[in-house]
């Protein structure tokens, strides 16, 4: 049996705002980029990929700000920060996935997001060390 994986990034601009992504399904939520893990990907590979499909920029890869495990996906998220490597580009929706993307201040996040979303970006913001957590069902704020 295979284990899934899951990788996001973490992107902020001049202004320490987050890019974050609307998704196009579900709750139709605020979301990081990124998302599962390909056959013979590694997790910093998914997010460099899940970047550029989702809206178009390179980035490299920085530190591993966390990895979360999601017992009812039997699934591990891995969040790093991530350095947009395209900075004359803006990032636009480019997979049917994503309905808009854009930067966001820190305390104005948009809704509806998750509380997983949210606790990943506030965990990779206010702490120096790597974050293990497992988590529970996803709360919504809306």
């Known amino acids: 049996m295979n284990k899934l994986i899951g990788a996001a990034s973490i992107i902020l601009d001049d202004e320490n705002k987050i890019l974050l992504v609307k998704h196009s399904y579900g709750k139709c939520n605020w979301e990081l980029p990124g998302g599962k893990s390909e056959e013979k990907e590694s997790a910093e590979e998914t ?6 499909e989702e809206i178009g920029l390179n980035v490299e890869i920085g530190r591993l700000m966390g990895i979360y495990y999601d017992p009812h996906y039997d699934m591990h998220h891995f969040v790093f920060l991530a350095k947009n490597e395209d ?56």
């Open 47 to 52: 997010a460099v990929r899940e970047v550029y």
């Open 87 to 142: 900075t004359n580009r803006t990032p636009r929706p480019s997979s049917p996935e994503i309905l808009e993307c854009g930067f966001f201040p820190i305390d104005d996040l948009p809704r509806p997001i998750s509380d997983f979303t949210y606790q990943r970006i506030m965990n990779s913001l206010n702490s120096n060390e790597t974050v293990f957590k497992v988590i529970g069902p996803r709360q919504w704020m809306e």
